[in-house]
C-alpha cells in the first residue's frame, strides 16, 4: 500500500543551525511534492512544490529536493530562528493518487535560541 | 485577499446528533477539497469538488457525511448522525489550478 513516512520524533536544534527535515514514501509515482507549515490550532500553510522532474527548488531560507529513485524529498531551513519552530508536513499531489493530497505524518521541528 | 474560511471553529455535539461544517474558499478557486485529522494520525482526504460537482469522494468514510457546494462558491459537509470516532479537526482547502492547495484554520469537532 502506498506509505508516506516522516520522523514522528521532533528535531531540536540550535538557533543558527541547518534543520534537515525527511519524507520518505513507498508504492506512489507523485507528480509533485509539497511541503507544507502547521503550528498548533491552524491549518497547514504552503511552503514549496517540487515537481518530479526537478531535484531542487530554494524559496529564501528554505530548500527542497526531490529524488525519485530514492523516493526521498529532504527539506532544508538555513540559519534557522526560533520562530521556525512548527510541525513540517510532506505532501504528495498527482500521479497514481489523483491531485488530492496524501500527507505524512509531520514532523515536529524546535529551534532553541 | 481573504484566504479560506471555515466555521465553526469549534463544535462539540452528543453522538447521534446532526452537525453541518461550512467552508469559503478564496474567491475564484474552482477546486475545493475536504480533509480530516483525527487524534494520532495523518491528514487524509475526503472529497474534491471542481464548482459545484464532486470530482472525487474516493475517502468519505460513510454515508453518515454528505458534502455539497451549491452553486460552486461555499460548501457544507454534514455529519448525520455524529458518532464518536468523528471527532476531529476537519480541514478545507481551495485551489486555482491543481497544483497548491491553500488551507483554512479548520473546524475542531468533539462528539461526546
Known amino acids: 500500500s502506498q506509505k508516506i513516512e516522516q520522523n514522528s520524533e521532533a528535531l531540536n536544534i540550535q538557533e543558527g543551525k541547518t534543520a534537515t527535515l525527511t519524507c520518505n514514501y513507498t508504492n506512489y509515482s507523485p507528480a509533485y511534492l509539497q511541503w507544507y507549515r502547521q503550528d498548533p490550532g491552524r491549518g497547514p500553510v504552503f511552503l514549496l512544490l517540487?515537481?518530479?522532474?526537478?531535484k531542487e527548488k530554494r524559496k529564501e531560507r528554505l530548500k527542497v529536493t526531490f529524488d525519485t529513485t530514492l523516493k526521498q524529498s529532504l527539506f532544508h531551513i538555513t540559519a534557522s530562528q526560533p520562530a521556525d519552530s512548527a510541525t513540517y508536513l510532506c505532501?504528495?499531489?498527482?500521479?497514481?493518487?489523483?491531485?488530492?493530497?496524501?500527507f505524512g505524518g509531520g514532523t515536529r521541528l524546535m529551534v532553541k535560541p | 485577499e481573504a484566504g479560506v474560511t471555515q466555521f465553526p471553529s469549534h463544535s462539540v455535539i452528543e453522538k447521534g446528533q446532526t452537525v453541518t461544517l461550512r467552508c469559503d474558499p478564496i474567491s475564484g478557486h474552482d477546486n475545493l477539497y475536504w480533509y480530516r485529522r483525527v487524534m494520532g494520525k495523518e491528514i487524509k482526504f475526503l472529497l474534491h469538488?471542481?464548482?459545484?460537482?464532486?470530482?472525487?469522494e474516493s475517502g468519505m468514510p460513510n454515508n453518515r457525511f454528505l458534502a455539497e457546494r451549491t452553486g460552486g462558491t461555499y460548501s457544507t459537509l454534514k455529519v448525520q448522525p455524529a458518532e464518536l470516532e468523528d471527532s476531529g479537526v476537519y480541514f478545507c482547502a481551495s485551489s486555482h489550478g491543481l497544483e497548491t492547495q491553500y488551507f483554512g484554520p479548520g473546524t475542531r469537532l468533539l462528539v461526546l
Open positions: 469538488f471542481v464548482k459545484e460537482s464532486k470530482q472525487d
Open positions: 517540487i515537481r518530479e522532474n526537478e
Open positions: 505532501a504528495l499531489e498527482g500521479g497514481s493518487a489523483g491531485n488530492m493530497l496524501t
